[in-house]
Nanobody
Framework: QVQLVESGGGLVQPGGSLRLSCVAS????????MGWYRQAPGEQRELVAS???????KYSDSVKGRFTIFRNGAEKTMWLQMSSLRPEETAVYFC?????????WGQGTQGTVSS
């Protein structure tokens, strides 16, 4: 059973930055894909960014150029650097990993963008 622990959420003003972390319980290169999702109140969970085992990254159109996903195998950690944040990006951010057809989720970390 893969365990994922997120951290780094908090309150930031519009235009500010947050860096989220996701620490895995095992070698991250065992995962086909790692990613960040978010879920705003009353909304469906959506994919924000992902990185596959080969290091190829993908971003939702709304965050391209503002968010960066990266990882470090030795630290078993994936990060999401978020900049120029907008109030509508207030959400719970979830770490996700996929191994073949299995999905594993972290508990989520709240990110609030408000003045």
């Amino acid at each position: 059973q893969v365990q994922l622990v997120e951290s780094g959420g908090g309150l930031v003003q519009p235009g500010g930055s947050l860096r989220l972390s996701c620490v895995a319980s095992e070698n991250i290169f065992n995962f086909n894909t790692m990613g960040w999702y978010r879920q705003a109140p009353g909304e469906q969970r959506e994919l924000v960014a992902s990185i596959n085992v080969g290091g190829v990254t993908k971003y939702s159109d709304s965050v391209k150029g503002r968010f960066t996903i990266f990882r470090n195998g030795a630290e078993k950690t994936m990060w999401l650097q978020m900049s120029s944040l907008r109030p509508e990006e207030t959400a719970v951010y979830f770490c996700n990993v996929k191994i073949l057809r299995r999905n594993y989720w972290g508990q989520g970390t709240q990110g609030t963008v408000s003045s």
